[in-house]
């Protein structure tokens, strides 16, 4: 299809069902045509407004006493994408805030296609060592005036999927995720599958998951290992989180570490006259030769394990 509305969110909290900003960007043949973004009430009991979340994007609960609902939101929302797919940067998250915000509203989740620019990205930019919004809209000269706007991030969100396009010289979302092999996210009767790729043998989870662990949960099969320090979790308490999931912890990066997750550095843990610690030059290294190593920071974790 060469018509697709690409969608962020904003929460008021950790709850996932607590939006309170949505913003749309709706493309037809490779441009951008209609805007659309509102302040939102989030759904009574998910209305709480966390200091860390209104640090991040400024918004409180006096800005939003008169903004529409949830029912009237998502409304909105079908109304404004019509029968197109989805688009979002790490689409896991905001189809987990529309689904837990109706749910949280008694209201069915409708069925919907989505895909992920995080996931397309990963496979279209190779060479990045991070594939946050703003990093991606920095490398590709896309204009991203405030982040965390959600107006401002699904415009960027739709720039991002126009450009891999563009680079596999694929006109339709279908045609790009063919290209990548990676699998169209779905919304069908309340069962969601997620925008994955597909390129490999699906990875069952480690024996330790717990066993009511999502297997389309992102860290599902994965070795993982951390270097640095994550804020307000020791890294113990974060390998369990992640091994509930049926990933693996491992201490150091080899060739079959799937992923690496990049805390904060202090100096003193730094080798004389290195600047970045020797995991992540030995990820970049393997990176360089082939191997498919992810490198993340601490938000992008925080943000995974918290949709989970």
Not at 62 to 85: H, K, M, N, S
Not at 185 to 211: H, I, K, L, M, T
Not at 240 to 268: F, K, P, Q, S
Not at 278 to 287: Q, V
Request: glycine share 8%; with cysteine.
């Amino acid at each position: 299809m060469t018509a697709w509305t690409a969608i962020d969110f904003e929460t008021a909290n950790s709850l996932r069902g607590s939006p309170c900003s949505v913003g749309l960007a709706k493309v037809k043949e490779g441009q951008i045509v209609e805007e659309w973004s509102s302040l939102i009430r989030p759904p009574e009991g998910h209305d709480h407004f966390d200091a860390f979340n209104v640090g991040v994007h400024g918004i409180t609960a006096y800005d939003v006493r008169d903004a529409p609902g949830w029912p009237e939101t998502l409304e909105r929302i079908v109304q404004f994408a019509g029968d197109t797919p989805l688009v979002a940067h790490n689409a896991a998250f905001d189809i987990g805030v529309l689904a837990a915000a109706c749910e949280a509203s008694g209201l069915p989740v409708p069925d919907l296609r989505f895909a992920c620019t995080l996931v397309v990205a990963r496979r279209t930019w190779t060479g990045l060592l991070a594939y946050k919004l703003p990093v991606l809209a920095d490398a590709l000269g896309i204009a991203l005036p405030h982040h965390h706007n959600a107006g401002d991030d699904a415009r960027a969100a739709a720039q991002v999927m126009l450009a891999a396009l563009k680079r596999q010289g694929t006109s339709t979302l279908d045609e790009l995720l063919a290209v990548h092999r990676i699998q169209m996210g779905s919304y069908r009767n309340g069962v969601r599958q997620g925008c994955r790729y597909r390129g490999a043998a699906r990875r069952e989870p480690f024996p330790d998951a717990a066993p009511d662990a999502d297997p389309d949960n992102p860290f599902s099969g994965l070795t993982v290992c951390f270097t640095g320090s994550l804020p307000g979790m020791t890294r113990a308490a974060a390998a369990a989180r992640i091994t509930a999931l049926g990933a693996r912890t491992v201490l150091n990066v080899t060739r079959y570490v799937d992923l690496l997750v990049v805390g904060g550095i202090e100096r003193h843990q730094l080798a004389p006259g290195a600047r970045k610690t020797g995991k992540l030059a030995k990820a970049e290294r393997l990176r360089e030769s082939g191997h498919e190593i992810t490198v993340i920071d601490a938000e992008e974790f925080f943000q995974l394990i918290t949709m989970t």
